[in-house]
Structures are given as C-alpha cells and as structure tokens.
C-alpha cells in the first residue's frame, strides 16, 4: 500500500506526532484537528475501511479499540467525555481509506454531526 499516507505514516516515511504505539497499533495527533484532543487511532495493517477489518480481523479491530480507550484515559478523556467517530465511504466523508478511529475530546461536541 505505497500510496497510503496512513501507511507511510505507519513505515515513519511522513512524519507524525505519535501518542501510542505497540506492535500493531498506532495513534497520532490530526493534522487539522477538530477538538483540542483530536487523534487518529490506526491498526498498522492496511484495512480500507471497518468492514474490510472486520471481515479480514475482527480480533485486530477489538484490539485497536481496546487501545483507543487506554490512549482516551491517558489524555484525560475518561472523565470529560470523548467521542469516537469512524467516517466510511462518500457519505460519511471518509477522505483517507485506511480504517482509523478519530478520538476527540476537551470540547463539548453538538449532535447531530454536520
Ligand atoms: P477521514 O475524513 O478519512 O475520516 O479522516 C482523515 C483524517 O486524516 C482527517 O481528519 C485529516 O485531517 C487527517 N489527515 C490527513 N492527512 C494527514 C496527515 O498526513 N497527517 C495527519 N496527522 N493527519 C492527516
Ligand atoms: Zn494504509
């Protein structure tokens, strides 16, 4: 997946501000962040979008989402409140398809979302 930006990321060729990281899990700060706390929260494996994971390894996205709620602890979410946003296909405006979970906080967030 050479053209992938979240796996270019993922292989340290484009830098990015990491917040955590493990075998198999990475999260880093948005680059146009939406919130104070806006993370993307990303399996190191290639999967386009939360279908194709969980079809190609649910366990994986278990895992990264055991992952996001630690990282969610760690910068003081858990207390205040967060959201978990996973945007798929054209309607919901997912820009980049590498499956990744945006971890947002530290403002009161409207419902619905535009
Ligand atoms: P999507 O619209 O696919 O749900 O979200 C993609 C997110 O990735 C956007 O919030 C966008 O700001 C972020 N993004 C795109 N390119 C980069 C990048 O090179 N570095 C970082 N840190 N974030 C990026
Ligand atoms: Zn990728």
Partial sequence: MQECIFCKIVNK????DVVYEDEEVLAFRD???????HV????????????????ADA???ARTLAALTGIAK?????ETGHR???NTG????????HLHFHLLGKR??????G
Avoid: M
Wanted: hydrophobic share 50%; net charge negative.
């Fill in 13 to 16: 060729e484009i830098p990015a």
């Fill in 31 to 37: 680059i146009n962040p939406q919130a104070p706390v």
């Fill in 40 to 55: 993307l929260v990303i399996s190191k494996a290639h999967h386009s979008d939360l279908a194709a994971a969980v079809r």
């Fill in 59 to 61: 366990g994986l996205v």
């Fill in 74 to 78: 760690d910068l003081g979410l858990e």
């Fill in 84 to 86: 978990v946003v996973v």
């Fill in 90 to 97: 054209e309607d919901g405006y997912q820009t980049v398809q």
């Fill in 108 to 113: 009161r967030l409207a419902w619905p979302p």
